[in-house]
Protein backbone atom coordinates (compact mmCIF):
# COMPACT_ATOMS: atom_id res chain seq x y z
CA UNK A 1 0.00 0.00 0.00
CA UNK A 2 0.81 3.40 -0.84
CA UNK A 3 0.12 7.28 -0.31
CA UNK A 4 -2.06 8.55 -2.98
CA UNK A 5 -0.09 12.10 -4.72
CA UNK A 6 -3.67 13.87 -3.21
CA UNK A 7 -2.19 13.59 0.13
CA UNK A 8 1.15 15.13 0.30
CA UNK A 9 0.34 18.21 0.81
CA UNK A 10 -2.02 17.76 3.23
CA UNK A 11 0.04 15.45 5.24
CA UNK A 12 2.98 17.95 4.95
CA UNK A 13 0.92 20.67 6.54
CA UNK A 14 -0.35 18.18 9.22
CA UNK A 15 3.39 16.90 10.40
CA UNK A 16 4.29 20.66 10.66
CA UNK A 17 1.23 22.11 12.63
CA UNK A 18 2.10 18.66 14.69
CA UNK A 19 6.04 19.98 14.99
CA UNK A 20 4.69 23.07 16.29
CA UNK A 21 2.18 21.80 18.84
CA UNK A 22 5.01 19.26 20.53
CA UNK A 23 7.64 22.56 20.05
CA UNK A 24 5.16 24.76 22.10
CA UNK A 25 4.87 22.30 24.46
CA UNK A 26 8.08 21.81 25.16
CA UNK A 27 9.22 25.06 25.23
CA UNK A 28 6.03 26.15 27.87
CA UNK A 29 5.92 23.35 29.87
CA UNK A 30 8.43 21.27 29.79
CA UNK A 31 8.20 19.56 33.10
CA UNK A 32 4.77 18.47 32.73
CA UNK A 33 5.54 15.04 31.54
CA UNK A 34 1.83 14.25 31.32
CA UNK A 35 1.21 17.22 28.94
CA UNK A 36 4.22 15.76 26.94
CA UNK A 37 3.22 12.48 26.67
CA UNK A 38 -0.42 13.70 25.55
CA UNK A 39 0.64 15.42 23.18
CA UNK A 40 2.69 13.01 21.70
CA UNK A 41 0.11 10.47 21.68
CA UNK A 42 -2.49 12.72 19.89
CA UNK A 43 -0.01 14.19 17.41
CA UNK A 44 0.52 10.05 16.16
CA UNK A 45 -2.98 9.56 16.39
CA UNK A 46 -3.78 12.59 14.24
CA UNK A 47 -0.94 11.62 11.99
CA UNK A 48 -2.39 7.98 11.51
CA UNK A 49 -6.03 9.10 10.95
CA UNK A 50 -5.21 11.71 8.33
CA UNK A 51 -2.41 9.43 6.88
CA UNK A 52 -5.44 6.35 6.35
CA UNK A 53 -7.54 9.10 4.22
CA UNK A 54 -5.20 8.74 1.74
CA UNK A 55 -4.19 5.62 1.81
CA UNK A 56 -3.27 4.00 -1.69
CA UNK A 57 -3.93 -0.01 -1.45
CA UNK A 58 -2.86 -2.07 -4.71
CA UNK A 59 -5.86 -3.75 -6.74
CA UNK A 60 -5.33 -6.35 -8.89
CA UNK A 61 -8.50 -5.11 -11.17
CA UNK A 62 -9.99 -7.53 -14.18
CA UNK A 63 -11.59 -5.44 -17.06
CA UNK A 64 -14.73 -6.62 -18.77
CA UNK A 65 -16.48 -4.92 -21.22
CA UNK A 66 -19.76 -6.19 -20.19
CA UNK A 67 -19.51 -5.72 -16.55
CA UNK A 68 -19.82 -2.16 -14.82
CA UNK A 69 -18.01 -1.71 -11.72
CA UNK A 70 -17.85 0.11 -9.10
CA UNK A 71 -16.45 3.71 -8.70
CA UNK A 72 -15.33 3.96 -4.98
CA UNK A 73 -14.73 2.16 -1.99
CA UNK A 74 -18.00 2.43 0.53
CA UNK A 75 -21.61 1.14 1.18
CA UNK A 76 -24.74 1.45 -1.63
CA UNK A 77 -27.21 3.60 -0.25
CA UNK A 78 -29.91 4.36 -2.99
CA UNK A 79 -31.03 1.98 -6.25
CA UNK A 80 -33.80 3.73 -7.56
CA UNK A 81 -35.12 4.38 -11.23
CA UNK A 82 -34.77 8.35 -11.57
CA UNK A 83 -34.82 11.14 -14.13
CA UNK A 84 -31.24 12.14 -15.31
CA UNK A 85 -31.88 15.42 -16.14
CA UNK A 86 -28.35 16.74 -16.77
CA UNK A 87 -27.44 14.67 -19.95
CA UNK A 88 -29.51 12.26 -20.34
CA UNK A 89 -32.83 14.10 -20.54
CA UNK A 90 -34.14 10.22 -19.27
CA UNK A 91 -34.79 7.98 -16.84
CA UNK A 92 -32.09 5.63 -15.41
CA UNK A 93 -31.09 3.23 -12.63
CA UNK A 94 -29.25 5.42 -10.05
CA UNK A 95 -27.02 3.83 -7.73
CA UNK A 96 -25.40 5.58 -5.16
CA UNK A 97 -22.50 4.86 -2.53
CA UNK A 98 -21.68 6.62 0.61
CA UNK A 99 -17.93 7.10 1.06
CA UNK A 100 -17.27 7.39 4.92
CA UNK A 101 -14.14 9.09 6.34
CA UNK A 102 -12.37 6.16 7.42
CA UNK A 103 -12.77 4.55 3.03
CA UNK A 104 -10.56 4.57 0.56
CA UNK A 105 -11.25 8.31 -1.17
CA UNK A 106 -9.85 6.90 -5.13
CA UNK A 107 -12.62 6.77 -7.56
CA UNK A 108 -12.57 4.32 -10.38
CA UNK A 109 -14.01 4.28 -13.90
CA UNK A 110 -16.70 1.69 -14.02
CA UNK A 111 -16.22 1.33 -17.78
CA UNK A 112 -13.51 1.44 -20.64
CA UNK A 113 -14.78 4.23 -23.50
CA UNK A 114 -14.86 7.89 -24.24
CA UNK A 115 -15.82 10.59 -22.11
CA UNK A 116 -18.60 12.46 -24.09
CA UNK A 117 -19.67 14.77 -21.10
CA UNK A 118 -17.87 16.80 -18.19
CA UNK A 119 -19.28 19.24 -16.29
CA UNK A 120 -17.90 20.86 -12.77
CA UNK A 121 -20.44 22.22 -10.71
CA UNK A 122 -19.27 24.54 -7.68
CA UNK A 123 -22.05 24.61 -5.09
CA UNK A 124 -23.00 23.97 -1.20
CA UNK A 125 -21.54 21.05 0.84
CA UNK A 126 -24.83 19.73 2.60
CA UNK A 127 -24.61 16.16 3.93
CA UNK A 128 -23.75 13.48 1.30
CA UNK A 129 -27.16 11.45 2.57
CA UNK A 130 -29.38 14.80 1.81
CA UNK A 131 -32.11 14.17 -0.73
CA UNK A 132 -30.63 17.73 -2.75
CA UNK A 133 -26.72 17.10 -2.30
CA UNK A 134 -27.06 15.72 -5.80
CA UNK A 135 -27.95 18.64 -7.47
CA UNK A 136 -26.94 21.24 -5.18
CA UNK A 137 -23.20 19.95 -3.77
CA UNK A 138 -20.31 21.06 -5.53
CA UNK A 139 -19.97 18.12 -7.95
CA UNK A 140 -18.71 16.49 -11.24
CA UNK A 141 -20.80 14.95 -14.02
CA UNK A 142 -18.70 12.46 -16.32
CA UNK A 143 -20.63 10.50 -19.19
CA UNK A 144 -19.13 7.60 -20.52
CA UNK A 145 -19.73 5.52 -24.10
CA UNK A 146 -18.23 2.31 -24.12
CA UNK A 147 -17.01 0.34 -27.61
CA UNK A 148 -20.28 -1.44 -27.70
CA UNK A 149 -22.09 1.84 -27.82
CA UNK A 150 -23.46 1.79 -24.45
CA UNK A 151 -23.15 5.07 -21.69
CA UNK A 152 -23.17 5.48 -18.34
CA UNK A 153 -22.89 8.58 -16.59
CA UNK A 154 -21.11 9.25 -13.16
CA UNK A 155 -21.29 11.94 -10.64
CA UNK A 156 -18.63 12.99 -7.77
CA UNK A 157 -20.35 14.87 -4.88
CA UNK A 158 -18.60 16.64 -1.89
CA UNK A 159 -20.63 16.49 1.52
CA UNK A 160 -19.90 18.36 4.92
CA UNK A 161 -16.44 16.90 5.46
CA UNK A 162 -15.44 16.98 1.64
CA UNK A 163 -14.60 20.25 0.59
CA UNK A 164 -12.29 19.49 -2.69
CA UNK A 165 -12.94 17.11 -5.64
CA UNK A 166 -10.11 16.17 -7.86
CA UNK A 167 -10.61 14.62 -11.34
CA UNK A 168 -8.29 13.46 -14.04
CA UNK A 169 -10.46 13.22 -17.04
CA UNK A 170 -12.02 15.81 -19.98
CA UNK A 171 -14.63 15.52 -22.75
CA UNK A 172 -12.90 13.47 -25.35
CA UNK A 173 -10.25 11.58 -23.61
CA UNK A 174 -10.39 7.84 -23.39
CA UNK A 175 -10.35 5.77 -20.14
CA UNK A 176 -9.34 2.53 -18.88
CA UNK A 177 -11.67 0.49 -16.51
CA UNK A 178 -10.59 0.12 -13.18
CA UNK A 179 -8.58 3.22 -14.12
CA UNK A 180 -8.39 6.59 -11.28
CA UNK A 181 -10.73 9.07 -12.98
CA UNK A 182 -10.71 11.27 -9.62
CA UNK A 183 -10.07 11.49 -5.92
CA UNK A 184 -12.78 13.30 -3.14
CA UNK A 185 -10.75 14.19 -0.27
CA UNK A 186 -12.33 13.11 3.37
CA UNK A 187 -15.13 11.13 1.73
CA UNK A 188 -18.55 11.97 0.35
CA UNK A 189 -21.05 10.13 -2.13
CA UNK A 190 -20.90 9.09 -5.90
CA UNK A 191 -23.58 8.32 -7.72
CA UNK A 192 -23.94 6.23 -10.99
CA UNK A 193 -26.58 6.43 -13.60
CA UNK A 194 -27.19 3.22 -15.53
CA UNK A 195 -29.27 2.45 -18.44
CA UNK A 196 -32.52 0.83 -17.67
CA UNK A 197 -31.97 -2.11 -18.72
CA UNK A 198 -28.73 -3.12 -16.86
CA UNK A 199 -28.60 -5.87 -14.38
CA UNK A 200 -27.76 -4.37 -10.72
CA UNK A 201 -25.63 -6.81 -8.76
CA UNK A 202 -25.58 -4.97 -5.57
CA UNK A 203 -28.09 -3.99 -2.98
CA UNK A 204 -28.80 -1.57 -0.57
CA UNK A 205 -26.32 -2.10 2.56
CA UNK A 206 -24.10 -3.85 0.33
CA UNK A 207 -19.92 -2.54 1.25
CA UNK A 208 -17.93 -2.17 -2.23
CA UNK A 209 -14.79 -1.45 -3.13
CA UNK A 210 -13.92 0.63 -6.08
CA UNK A 211 -12.53 -1.48 -9.13
CA UNK A 212 -13.53 -4.69 -7.29
CA UNK A 213 -16.84 -4.83 -6.89
CA UNK A 214 -19.37 -5.16 -9.90
CA UNK A 215 -21.83 -2.70 -9.78
CA UNK A 216 -24.20 -4.43 -12.87
CA UNK A 217 -24.37 -5.56 -16.13
CA UNK A 218 -24.75 -4.53 -19.56
CA UNK A 219 -27.25 -6.66 -21.24
Known amino acids: MTIHK ?12 IFVANALVH ?11 LT ?45 TEYFQDRRIQVSIFMSPIN ?3 NRNPVSG ?24 ERTTIAVQTGQGKEILFRQIAGAMARRIVWYVEEGASV ?3 AE ?14 PLDAKVDVKIGDKVSGGLTVLGRFQ
Open 40 to 84: YILSFLLFVTILQFFRNPRRRITTDENLILCPADGKVVVIEEVEE
Open 181 to 194: FGFIKFGSRVDVFL
Open 6 to 17: EGYTSLAIVALV
Open 104 to 106: VHI
Open 176 to 178: QQG
Open 27 to 37: YFIPDATWAVW
Open 114 to 137: TVTFFRYHPGKYLVAWHPKSSTLN
